[in-house]
């Protein structure tokens, strides 16, 4: 079935660091690929996404590349603020998913010092 | 748009209690899912509909969960009796019938004392 590998946190960073947290998957046909983050206390939002190999999503200074030959979506930042703490889920849909389910990726709790 | 409504957003309950949470989805959205959150377990789908009707409820973890959509804005999952392992926070989202993108709810967190 589909699944979804995220590097494990806690990461812990500087303001203004760069930011990586990889995200692999595993899924049949051609996945949609997605990035939420939760705040604290808050609920899941969408950070970004991409729909097919090669595509970039891009949103608030983050930025993810669908790699189909490496089936990997990382999730990048190139100076992050105290804002982005958070905890950051990498996730997919397949085509053959009914009704938009959602794998979902462990999460990475990320926190910035300032 | 409000987004989707969830209630209440913190219940503590005793062991044995019945438990209902609720939500109201996004006008317009014919998806709802269910989720629940814990710190060992991470994020969990445990039951999502189409149109009001369940479509996969493998998710749900045992017979006392319990989970309804009696119409397009409103739904309820029901936990009786509820235990201390329930405790948890647990998000209802939806989402478009074309789209990929699930909007989630602020989620209610639940304690079972």
């Known amino acids: 079935g589909d699944s979804v590998t995220q590097m494990e946190g806690p990461v812990t960073l500087s303001e203004e660091a760069f930011l990586t947290i990889n995200c692999t998957y595993t899924a049949t046909g051609y996945p949609s690929l997605f990035w939420y983050v939760q705040y604290p206390g808050e609920g899941l939002q969408l950070l970004l996404k991409?729909?097919?190999?090669?595509d970039k999503g891009s949103n608030k200074g983050f930025e993810a590349t669908y790699r189909k030959e490496t089936t990997s979506f990382h999730l990048e930042k190139g100076s992050v603020q105290v804002s982005d703490s958070a905890v950051y889920f990498c996730a997919l849909t397949s085509i053959k998913a009914a009704g938009n389910k959602l794998t979902f990726g462990g999460g990475t709790r990320v926190l910035v010092k300032p | 748009d409000a987004g989707v409504i969830q209630s209440p957003r913190h219940e503590v309950t005793e062991m044995g209690q019945e438990v209902t949470l609720r939500c109201k989805p996004i006008s317009g959205h014919d998806y709802l899912f269910w989720y629940r959150q814990t710190m060992m377990r991470g994020l969990e789908l445990l039951i999502y509909?189409?149109?009001?009707?369940?479509?996969?409820d493998s998710g749900m973890p045992e017979d006392r969960f319990s989970a309804k959509m009696p119409n397009a804005s409103f739904s309820t999952l029901k936990i009786q009796p509820s235990e201390p392992r329930d405790s948890a926070v647990y998000f209802c989202?939806?989402?478009?019938?074309?789209?990929?993108?699930?909007?989630f709810g602020p989620g209610t967190r639940l304690t079972v004392l």
């Open positions: 991409a729909t097919k190999a090669d």
């Open positions: 989202a939806s989402s478009f019938p074309l789209g990929n993108e699930q909007f």
């Open positions: 509909f189409n149109n009001n009707v369940p479509i996969d």
